[in-house]
């Protein structure tokens, strides 16, 4: 497996470069203290500590997992793409030791990224709560049938429509269904949902910003079966009509090492969202 391979290399790397490093298989039941994800490096105090930084080897999928299990250390993450697309790894796989390099000798610039944090309400109680790094997502799922659906923020009553489906993306998801939905195009680096309706029928609702200040609030309007939330678009949950999805800043962000201003933009270039010259 690549990913093991790669990940017995940087650690050899790291010892001997006399930092201490973990190596943690995609398994729940290993590295503990570095939560649950997928292949990854940890290097800080050592095994058991709290690491400096998390190295996820992998493709975004095996970088959002990872990031949204471990968002509670607090710890900054950096990607090294061993994936298809590898839009949200800043490091090419053959370009991590000259990078570790200069980390371990000057240290690493991180941003801040909103992550969200949810809870399924029904009959007056929590059901289900959750954490997304890239989006939630209500909708029918495998079926390609109308739902109708309720958009309230920060308790406003905003619109009642009929789609496929409502995508609530962090600015960090944006790029993701929600730009294959006609939804907006926000920097990763801004605070706000990205909020679109997946093929809204006779409906003007438009893809919206909204401030990550508030609370949205997605209401199942109707009486049907097979309407589920999805967390990622890995992990899913039934819901049932009348519950209401609540949506809102999680307690801790997401904290990503940053390449620098050229980065985001060159990422978009090179996967077709901006126009080259």
Known sequence: MAATALGAEMAGFLSASGVRAAVCEHRPDTCPALGTGSDRVGFGPGPGDKPDLVVVLGGDGTFIAVARGMLGLGVPFVGVNLGRVGFLAQLARDRWKPWLQAAIGNGVSVSSRLALRYDVVRGG????SGLAVNDIVVGRGVLARLVRLGLAYGGIDVASFRADGLIIATPTGSSAYGASAGGPLVHADLFAYCVTAVCPFLSGFKPMVLPA????????EDAASGITL??????????????????????????VVDMGPRAYFEKLKRHGFLTEK
């Open 125 to 128: 109680g929590v059901v289900h």
């Open 213 to 220: 200040t508030g609370e949205c609030a997605v209401r199942v």
């Open 230 to 255: 999805t967390e990622d678009g890995q992990a899913s949950f039934a819901l049932e009509t009348g519950d209401e999805v609540r949506v809102g800043r999680s307690p801790s962000d997401l904290l």
